[in-house]
């Protein structure tokens, strides 16, 4: 399959490899990379369901912080190593070719201070959106890991006031805040994302806190929608 290095959005120091046709960085990812905050006492990152590895890429440009990405697809996860590679961030990003579930087997005990996740949207049940190409349908429905899966692995390797962020369909808000309640990591804000003026949104950003306290902040509705850049990549990407 043929594969091309492209310009990581906006990011003129970054350069990601991608299949000319198949698996390709979302706007979602750069949603959530820009979503995230960090601080000077941010020392630590893990990014679940890291595909060809933007938001680790992204975080790079805002901070020092160690990151560890893991991605379960092979093919994914050499287009993510070799833009790595590419970028000179071996040194600061360490990509693992492994299901998350699986995570203990090289983290056992770790904890991190900011967690990340930009995972499968769709459950297996909704089958009549499953791809037949089996790396788009593992990448979009929850064949592999699910949206508790994911909860459980971040609650575990969080540290305590630790920040977990995802981004998601709005339509599975309700599951994301019950998920958060039950393993710790209540939601604090939540950020909707259009794409049309006059269009509801569907895509959601939310930061939870490890052992926070309950009260959700809803920030200022974005709307993208009149930026051609995202609006384009959102179109492909469906």
Do not use: W
Not at 104 to 110: A, H, M, Q, V
Not at 116 to 128: A, G, I, L, R
Not at 183 to 201: M, R, S, W
């Amino acid at each position: 399959m043929q594969i091309v290095l492209n310009d990581l959005f906006d990011y003129t120091n970054l350069k990601i490899y991608q299949y000319v046709e198949g698996f390709k960085f979302s706007l979602d990812s750069i949603l959530l990379a820009e979503f995230v905050k960090v601080t000077s006492k941010t020392k630590s990152i893990l990014d679940l369901c890291s595909g060809n590895a933007a938001v680790p890429m992204i975080l790079s440009t805002k901070t020092k912080a160690q990151i560890d990405a893991f991605e379960l697809q092979e093919s994914i996860f050499k287009l993510a190593k070799k833009s790595i590679d590419y970028n000179k961030l071996d040194k600061q990003i360490t990509l693992y070719n492994s299901d998350i579930k699986e995570i203990d087997n090289y983290k056992k005990g770790k904890k991190y201070d900011i967690i990340t996740c930009n995972p499968p949207y769709f459950k297996v049940e909704d089958n009549e959106h499953i791809n037949d190409t089996e790396v788009l349908a593992i990448a979009r429905h929850e064949l592999k890991i699910n949206l508790e899966d994911i909860f459980m692995i971040s609650s575990n390797h969080l540290d305590d006031k630790g920040e977990f962020y995802l981004v998601h369909r709005v339509s599975r808000l309700d599951e994301i805040i019950i998920l958060g309640n039950k393993y710790n990591l209540n939601v604090k804000n939540v950020e909707l994302i259009k794409t049309k003026d006059n269009g509801k949104p569907y895509i959601v950003l939310v930061r939870c806190i490890k052992n926070s306290k309950l009260g959700i902040k809803v920030n200022s509705e974005k709307n993208i929608g009149n930026l051609k850049t995202y609006q384009n990549m959102f179109k492909e990407e469906l």
